[in-house]
């Protein structure tokens, strides 16, 4: 087995397009386009999951399991073993990873700097620096109210271990209800690529990536990764104001895409028409069109 036989290449317009089925793999392409720009490049990330389990956890803790050592003293010296150079070592490391261990393995290995996670499963993403005091005040005050106002944004960030940043999001742009429900998730998962809800998510990435010196999420050389289960309905994937995700597209120094077939199939929204083939001939147009747009 070759690194190349774990994905499908594709010059999309001049646009270095890599896919991959099941989304560890993409630690390949990753590497091949670190060595290809010679500097370690963000990542922009758009997914359904944030995709951020310790590298090699699921594997050390089979490895560990009848010695009783420990899983994740072993899973970090994986980590370490990962040469971004060597092919064999990459081989290496894909055979052992599990689903949504692939960026922490390319951030702790040097094939990524920074990851940045725009997703649709965690609403609090990495608490700020003052998220985490108000609610330590409030353990600490109740019954009584905390001290602490609430914070608002702007916040500020700790520099996380891992380089991981998990964007936070509430809801659904614009949406009011309280509490939110079932329709609420139809809604935001129908904007996940809508020039509203990207703006909201970039600039909430750009509070975190000051702290770590990023003035932007766009402002150092980024691979745009996109896995198709974060699109669950027609609508998702045909955006009404697409321009952000077409500067996205354009800006980045490549593109990777998971397909996962079957997370597409268990997360899409009841009665859609919509499997892993369309969502990823509509992602390939988008492509085309956003690099068309600067041409």
């Known amino acids: 087995m070759t690194l190349a036989g ?23 392409p990753w590497a091949l386009i670190r ?24 594997h050390a803790c089979i490895e560990t399991m009848e010695s009783g050592e420990d899983a994740w003293a072993l899973a970090r010296a994986l980590s370490k073993r990962i040469d971004w150079q060597d092919d064999q070592s990459l081989l290496w490391a894909i055979e052992r990873l599990r689903h949504d261990e692939h960026i922490d393995a390319a951030t702790m290995s040097d094939i990524l700097n920074y990851a940045f996670c725009i997703q649709l499963s965690d609403g609090g993403g990495n608490p700020s620096i003052e998220k985490k ?51 609420c998730v139809v809604e935001h998962g129908n904007m996940i690529i809508e020039l509203s809800y990207l703006d909201d998510q970039l600039a909430r990435g750009a509070e975190m990536s000051r702290c770590v010196g990023i003035p932007h999420l766009e402002a150092q050389p980024y691979i745009l990764d996109i896995d198709l289960d974060a699109f669950h309905s027609q609508k998702a994937i045909k955006p009404a104001a697409p321009e952000t995700f077409y500067r996205l597209i354009r800006n980045a120094e490549a593109i990777t895409i998971a397909t996962e077939a079957e997370c597409v199939e268990e997360l899409k929204f009841d009665d859609e028409p919509i499997n892993a083939d369309m969502l990823f001939d509509q992602i390939l147009r988008h492509i085309e069109m956003a690099v068309h747009d600067s041409t």
């Open 133 to 183: 005091a108000y609610e330590a005040e409030r353990q600490v005050r109740w019954p009584l109210p905390p001290r602490l106002q609430f914070p608002c944004r702007p916040m500020t960030y700790d520099d996380p271990e891992n380089h991981i940043f998990v964007i936070s999001h509430d809801c659904a742009i614009g949406c009011t209800r309280m509490p939110h429900n079932d329709d």
């Open 6 to 28: 774990l994905f499908s290449y594709y010059d999309i317009c001049g646009k270095d397009v890599f896919v991959v089925d099941d989304h560890h793999k993409i630690l390949a």
């Open 35 to 58: 060595r290809q720009i010679g500097r370690t490049p963000n990542l922009i990330t758009i997914d359904h999951h944030t995709d951020v389990h310790e590298a090699f956890l699921g």
